[in-house]
């Protein structure tokens, strides 16, 4: 732990290892989305040096249309879905203190994926009314597992078991809503539910960019010293004065709106939520929830992920999710043949 003092007597602590994995996804991310707006799909490549001139303002007005229009609002969707879905992830992964913990498990995603699919089964809407029901669907479903885990206070495996559950009612009604629906309206829906970051324009990824402004203050600098002592357990936490079950609350209302507008920017997007905070702890080694590492990486892998899906089959695009699903599962299996060799499940 290193600390740099300022001259007006505060004082900021960070972690080397740590600073240095954010920065090095950061840059991992920045060489990735250039790179992704170069070779993006279409029959108009860019070289570097052009897309580099172009978003510093000295670009013929073709490659502004190409990259400003086209395939910037994608990239710029894939960083912050990754970085919104990470820190959900890591924030869940925190208050339950299981690697487990993520919202793909817990029923957030599915909650999402069922708002927006009554927006499209039931009144046909459009896309901004589907994010508008991704977001209340996550909601609804955050304060439905909060309602029924609350017993003298939330508690981890309390969370888990209610949101395991809530899942796999979710995922039933999900199912009868697709039997439900036309064809092209299924389609449209089974599309969206994979996750995919096809035809994203400046108006999916606006909301998202929003609402992290006001999410990210809230949770770096309000609740992640807290988070911190969480960790070491509720009375550990109450004796240093933490107000826990606020502080609880503040986080887990964050963390779902921040897979909400996440899901509704790009879909439920499997696995990321649940692999980057995971792998950024590995990196930085360093205990505690690695909120801003966690969100770094997840914003790398995202933009990766969506390149491998851009270019593993030429000629056809994958959605996303179906990459992040792959990657994402062959990961599970390992952290849970891992848990079971430590003997912690």
Not at 282 to 303: E, F, Y
Request: proline share 4%; aromatic share 6%.
């Amino acid at each position: 732990m290193s600390v740099i003092r300022t001259g007006s007597g505060h004082s900021i602590a960070f972690r080397p290892r740590a600073l240095a994995v954010g920065l090095g996804c950061l840059v991992v991310a920045a060489v990735s989305s250039v790179f992704a707006i170069g070779s993006g799909s279409g029959d108009y490549p860019m070289t570097t040096q052009q897309v580099i001139d172009t978003l510093l303002g000295s670009g013929n007005p073709a490659d502004e249309f190409i990259v400003n229009d086209v395939r910037l609002p994608r990239v710029v969707t894939a960083l912050l879905v990754g970085g919104a879905l990470a820190l959900g992830g890591a924030i869940f992964q925190s208050v339950v203190r299981n690697p487990l913990g993520s919202p793909d498990v817990l029923g957030f995603t599915q909650g999402a994926a069922t708002g927006a699919l009554v927006t499209i089964v039931v009144f046909g809407s459009g896309s901004a009314a589907l994010a508008a029901g991704a977001v209340t669907g996550g909601l609804a479903t955050g304060l439905l597992i909060y309602a029924l885990a609350w017993r003298q206070g939330v508690h981890g495996y309390r969370l888990v078991l209610t949101g395991i559950g809530i899942t796999a009612i979710l995922t039933g009604v999900n199912g009868y809503l697709l039997t439900r629906a036309q064809i092209t309206d299924a389609a449209r829906a089974v599309l969206w539910m994979t996750g995919s970051l096809n035809g994203r324009g400046w108006d999916d990824a606006v909301p998202l960019l929003v609402a992290m402004a006001v999410l990210l203050p809230v949770v770096l600098f309000g609740c992640a010293r807290a988070m911190r002592m969480l960790e070491m357990g509720d009375d550990a936490a109450f004796s240093l004065g933490v107000p826990v079950e606020r502080i609880r609350l503040t986080v887990l209302a964050s963390a779902v709106l921040l897979v909400s507008f996440g899901a509704a920017a790009a879909g439920p997007v499997a696995f990321v939520a649940l692999t980057a905070p995971q792998v950024a702890k590995r990196m930085t080694r360093s205990p505690g929830p690695n909120l801003v590492p966690s969100m770094c990486t997840g914003a790398a892998l995202l933009v990766l992920a969506d390149l491998a899906a851009q270019r593993v089959f030429e000629g056809h695009q994958l959605p996303v999710g179906v990459v992040t699903g792959v990657l994402g599962g062959g990961y599970l299996v390992w952290l849970l043949a891992t848990e079971r060799k430590a003997g912690r499940i």
